[in-house]
């Protein structure tokens, strides 16, 4: 008989599982045209609308001049703008373009699509247990 799961081993195995899906989310969606870092920074983009280097640099917990270099990728490959701060002349806004927006999209259609796959090859037994399991998971958030 096995030991009833503590809350401690629990948090820890789903953290884990959590940052597996994550990184599959991720995968799923990912190409070899952006590095994993001009990805994030997109992404955070596309949730946070316009932003500066330096407030994404903060956000990913990275050097002002390292997010220097990624926007500047980002921005060769067509998918940011840079414009003059209109109240401080000396900070330029980071901005989505279309096709920024467009790649964003895809990602998370990517994403879904690997989820519904995934999900598809369960046996009906445990995809009811992946639903059940939603359920109680959404108690944890209230």
Do not use: C, N, Y
Not at 18 to 39: K, N, S, V, Y
Not at 130 to 136: C, D, G, H, K, L
């Amino acid at each position: 008989m096995t030991d009833a799961p503590t809350p401690p081993q629990t948090a820890h195995d789903l953290r884990t599982v959590i940052a597996r899906m994550m990184r599959r989310f991720r995968e799923a969606g990912a190409d070899d045209a952006l590095t994993p870092a001009q990805a994030s920074a997109l992404a955070r983009l596309g949730k946070g609308g316009v932003s500066t280097v330096s407030a994404l640099a903060t956000a990913e917990r990275v050097r002002p001049q390292s997010m220097a270099a990624t926007v500047e990728a980002l921005e060769r490959a067509g998918f940011v703008t840079r414009s003059q701060d209109p109240s401080d002349g000396r900070r330029q806004i980071i901005d989505l373009t279309q096709a920024g927006s467009a790649r964003i999209e895809g990602q998370k259609d990517a994403a879904a699509a690997w989820l519904e796959q995934a999900l598809a090859e369960l046996d009906p037994d445990d995809l009811r247990t992946v639903s059940s399991a939603m359920t109680v998971l959404e108690k944890m958030l209230r």
